[in-house]
């Protein structure tokens, strides 16, 4: 007879931490983590204010893989956008609008197709933004949470236009890819997005591949890029 075992109570308030695919490194590099939206955030390497100096001078290397990422297709999109962006906004293909500012509560609607967006946002906006969109708006369109499955890379510098040049399959010249663009591309010869985020008037970049080569493209920025000082820069110094 088998006796009685202690029962175990599973304590169903406690919700785990999400960790970015590139969380080893990070710890590697000594990097400063803060829990904030269920996620353990490099948020520093040492001193965030040196890092932010930095961005004006150098190229920094951030990441944002915790961003709430959704992809969004359907007949409904531009309906969905009507209700989302100010009024008579028209977002075109290939085109990125920003709602808000990234020290907190922002979001980036990002056209790649006329059926196709992809939206970026806050973390901590994530559910309130399941909640917003209208019943009548959702029948036309499928919306996919993406955040787990991307991998998600800032790129920040006066050179980062010549670093996206080294690495991915486009032209990020001024002309050819000014604030506010984004498009599918190959990086670092594999599937990604591009999303031209500037801060303040430094060029800024967000890369999102599969979360499987989050590692790889990662060490191909730095790789690629030795002549331009790359370092890690903690989202602190993004947000500053």
Known sequence: ?????????????????????L?????GLHAVFAEKDGWKKPIRYGSAKEEANHLKVGIGVTDVSFDFKLM??????????????PENKILDTNRSAIDGSFSKDWTIYSRLAVDE???VSDYSRSEQFHKSIPEGIRQGLHVLD???GFAGIAV?????ISVM?????????????????CAQTGIASVYGLVIRSDVGLVPSYRIYVNREYGRYVWESIFNS????????VGIEALEM
């Open 156 to 160: 920040t510098g006066p050179s980062a």
């Open 1 to 21: 007879m088998i006796p009685n075992q202690p029962s175990c109570v599973i304590d169903m308030s406690i919700k785990p931490l999400g960790l970015s695919p």
């Open 72 to 85: 969004v297709q359907g007949d409904g999109i531009d309906s969905f956008l009507a209700k989302k962006l």
């Open 146 to 148: 993406m955040t787990s």
């Open 117 to 119: 967006l992809f939206v």
């Open 23 to 27: 969380h080893d490194i990070h710890q």
């Open 165 to 181: 040049n080294g690495i991915a399959q486009l032209d990020f010249s001024e002309d050819e890819f000014c604030s506010a663009s």
């Open 225 to 232: 890029s030795a002549q331009y000082d790359p370092r890690p």
